[in-house]
Antibody
Framework: QVQLKESGPGLVQPSQTLSLTCTVSGLSLTSKSVSWIRQPPGKGLEWMGVIWSNGGTDYNSAIKSRLSISRDTSKSQVFLKMNSLQTEDTAMYFC?????????WGQGVMVTVSS | EIVLTQSPTTMAASPGEKVTITCRASSSVSYMHWYQQKPGASPKPWIYDTSKLASGVPNRFSGSGSGTSYSLTISSMETEDTATYYCQQWSRNSPTFGAGTKLELK
């Protein structure tokens, strides 16, 4: 069955770079696309970006200058890197598979930006 | 970027009551999708392509709309429907979400 699982540091210092990994199973990254979506505590969902099945990427224009999404298809992993973190980047970070909708989601990883 | 405005922000419904949540888009979109999220859990796809129910979604739920106005309706509120519902559109490779509607039990 399809599963996605996010991993990464729970705490990042301001101005530092966040690196997260989404490990997938039950799906091929060369046939399905994966997005990153985040949710600040008590707030709504914000789409961050996508890596398409062909390896191309698209990003939310609001954070495009700070964000990079890549993948390693041999390891079934999708990566997120975002630099210059600020306290407002504190959020639960989810990866999700795309099929018409975001149909499978990981459990999320909570990232706190604090010194 | 297309902005989605949901209303109401919060509402309470009694068991058996009909519930309607609306989502208005700042520009016309082809489809609207809806997600259900309960506290501490990841969002779940609930309605896709405006009116298609995701797997396992009870048929008391329905979706409708076109252009800039869409809605999610529960024909008869049940306890398990308490959650936050988000609408979402995908236009020009830039998806956006509504701010959410928190549905509580009265």
């Amino acid at each position: 069955q399809v599963q996605l699982k996010e991993s990464g540091p729970g705490l990042v210092q301001p101005s530092q770079t966040l690196s997260l990994t989404c490990t997938v199973s039950g799906l091929s990254l060369t046939s399905k696309s994966v997005s990153w979506i985040r949710q600040p505590p008590g707030k709504g969902l914000e789409w961050m970006g996508v890596i398409w099945s062909n390896g191309g990427t698209d990003y939310n224009s609001a954070i495009k200058s700070r964000l990079s999404i890549s993948r390693d298809t041999s390891k079934s992993q999708v990566f997120l890197k975002m630099n210059s973190l600020q306290t407002e980047d504190t959020a639960m970070y989810f990866c999700a598979r795309i099929w018409r909708v975001f149909d499978y989601w990981g459990q999320g990883v909570m990232v706190t930006v604090s010194s | 970027e297309i902005v989605l405005t949901q209303s109401p922000t919060t509402m309470a419904a009694s068991p058996g009551e009909k519930v309607t949540i609306t989502c208005r888009a700042s520009s016309s979109v082809s489809y609207m999708h809806w997600y259900q999220q309960k506290p501490g859990a990841s969002p779940k796809p609930w309605i896709y392509d405006t009116s298609k129910l995701a797997s396992g979604v009870p048929n008391r739920f329905s979706g409708s709309g076109s252009g800039t106005s869409y809605s999610l309706t529960i024909s008869s509120m049940e306890t398990e429907d308490t959650a936050t519902y988000y609408c979402q559109q995908w236009s020009r490779n830039s998806p956006t979400f509504g701010a959410g509607t928190k549905l509580e039990l009265k």
